[in-house]
Structure formats: structure tokens, C-alpha cells
């Protein structure tokens, strides 16, 4: 439906209908609201209006169609600090689901048997991060991210790791995930399963062997294949 260039000082009529596309642009539109009901609009042109408040689902769906428009800086503005705040309570919720979840008393202790493993670390200072895949596990223990040497690396920042995220996802198989706690360790150590199509998502500190450092797994079905493992600093 082509309105374009008629002085239109409303949509109103619009409200329910079924349109496919709109050009209204180079009208005296003040208000759009009245396209929130339209079904099936694919395409829409409203720019050079007089439109002071963007609704958020139109701006959303059409991001390009209110250009020239009063509304249209300060709406695309609010519109991004909006998005935004969303994205900040949904990590909040998301960081504070990950950190508080179930305890143990202690680690589990035990040997960790590994067929094809391949992991890549990186350090800088306090931050570690690494990615890799271990091809079949068994039992349980410390997958050892890297070595330290007390001496060496003495005043790096890597002898004392920042606290991480750390995400296993298990092809087959359920995976227990470990990490020592933030705080006390009296408080127990977090853990959190991995499944086939459910990732274990848990944030913590690295655990300290007898070389390095690394995440404790254990294995719960006898043996687990197709293991991801995502580690990274978190603040």
C-alpha cells in the first residue's frame, strides 16, 4: 500500500488489517501506533514524518524505516541503552545462576584416563583461557591446563589465576564438572553435569595439582567420548 506524499496526519483505519507492505513517508504522521496490529507487514517506509515516539517492536523489526523522523535518533538511542541494560541483567542472572549452584565437601580424588586429548592455553599474567577436545575420558582427576614453575614464573600472575568460566560439553556420556570456589573452600567446591545437548556452565577458580593448575572431571556413565572444553577469565 503506497500513502506516501499525501499530508497524512494519521494511520488511524489501519488497525487490524492484513498488509504485506507500507510506504507512508513524506507525510504529517505523528504517531505509528496504530501499525502495531497490522498482520503480516513485511516492509515499511515512514521516514520524513513527524514521528516523536518509536514503538520499540516497530524499530526493532524495521530499523531502517523511520529515518528524518523527530523520534528517530533519540528513539534508535533509547532503544540501544534498552537492549543493552537487558543484556547486563541477563549475564547478571546468567553469572549468578553459574556461581551458586550445588556443593561438594571436598574434590574428588582418582586418576583421570585421557584418549585424544588436544588443548590449547594461553596465559597473561592472572588470565587463563584455553579450548580443546578429549576424544574418550574415564575415572577422575585434575585435566591439567598448564605447568608452573614456582621459581620461573614467580611474579607473573600466573601462579595465581583470575577467577574463570568454564563450559564442558560431552558428545556422549555425563561429565561432572569441579572448580574451588571464589571464597572459602569451606564452603564446598561447585560442580555442575554435563550431558548430550546440556553443557555444564560453571565459574569458579582453577584447581592447583602437583605441576599446575586445571578443572577436576569425573566421569559418571563409565566413560564419556566427544568432550569440549572452553575455559575463560571472568571478572
Request: proline share 7%; glycine share 12%.
Amino acid at each position: 500500500l503506497d500513502v506516501s506524499r499525501n499530508a497524512l496526519p494519521s494511520l488511524a483505519g489501519l488497525e487490524g488489517r492484513t498488509l504485506a507492505w507500507l510506504d507512508a513517508s513524506r507525510n504529517a504522521l505523528s504517531d505509528v501506533g496504530a501499525l502495531l496490529s497490522v498482520a503480516g507487514l513485511e516492509e515499511l517506509n515512514v521516514r520524513q514524518n513527524r514521528i516523536e515516539a518509536i514503538p520499540p517492536a516497530l524499530a526493532r523489526r524495521f530499523p531502517a524505516a523511520f529515518g528524518a523522523n523527530p523520534g528517530h535518533e533519540e528513539g534508535v538511542w533509547k532503544l540501544h541503552l534498552a537492549d543493552r541494560a537487558e543484556a547486563r541483567r541477563r549475564e547478571r542472572e546468567r553469572a549468578l545462576a553459574e556461581a551458586t549452584g550445588p556443593r561438594a565437601p571436598a574434590l574428588p580424588g582418582g586418576t583421570l584416563r585421557l584418549r585424544g586429548r588436544s588443548l590449547h592455553v594461553v596465559t597473561a599474567g592472572e588470565d587463563w583461557s584455553a579450548t580443546g577436545t578429549v576424544d574418550e575420558a574415564r575415572g577422575r582427576g585434575v585435566l591439567a591446563l598448564g605447568q608452573v614453575d614456582p621459581v620461573r614464573d614467580i611474579g607473573t600472575g600466573k601462579l595465581h589465576p583470575a577467577p574463570v568460566r568454564v563450559v564442558v560439553r560431552s558428545r556422549e556420556g555425563r561429565v561432572r564438572l569441579f572448580l574451588r570456589p571464589r571464597g572459602n573452600e569451606e564452603s564446598g567446591f561447585p560442580f555442575a553435569d554435563a550431558a548430550p545437548g546440556q553443557p555444564a556452565r560453571l565459574r569458579g577458580r582453577l584447581v592447583r595439582d602437583a605441576l599446575g593448575f586445571g578443572v577436576v572431571l569425573e566421569v559418571l556413565d563409565g566413560v564419556a567420548r566427544g568432550l569440549e572444553v572452553e575455559v575463560t577469565p571472568t571478572p
